[in-house]
């Protein structure tokens, strides 16, 4: 059952939709064709920031959870999970050079990340 769209990325002409469904997950979803591309799982709580790659390959994830997951595109499968606030991350994004994470969060910090 899904409780509708919480956070929506598009990626250049692609158009793709995140949508947070009842047991945390992220959707990757094709909108032209109307059907779901993939399911990313690792959450426990709700995602509350998507941003992707600059290069399109990865996806960053923040989460009332307090963790940020890097994911791949391709496989659904998380490439590191990275812990380090103290309260919900209300926002990630990646730098224009794909290197870095920079996330926000309720504990009033700002990280920045490097990539893996």
């Known amino acids: ?3 509708g769209l919480m956070h929506c990325c598009v990626r250049m002409n692609c158009v793709k939709e995140k949508n947070r469904s009842e047991d945390n997950n992220i959707i990757l979803w ?3 064709n109307n059907r779901q591309i993939r399911t990313f799982k690792g959450h426990s709580n709700a995602v509350t ?4 790659s600059p290069d399109g390959l990865n996806l ?6 307090k963790t940020i997951k890097v994911w791949d595109v391709q ?4 490439i590191i999970t990275l812990f380090g606030h103290e309260s919900y991350v209300e926002s990630v994004a990646f730098s224009p050079d794909g290197k870095n994470i920079v ?6 910090t700002v990280k920045v990340w490097e990539m893996p």
């Open 1 to 3: 059952m899904q409780l």
């Open 30 to 32: 094709d909108w032209q």
């Open 49 to 52: 920031s998507l941003a992707f």
């Open 60 to 65: 960053v994830s923040g989460s009332d959870d």
């Open 75 to 78: 496989t659904g499968l998380p």
């Open 103 to 108: 996330s926000g969060g309720y504990d009033k």
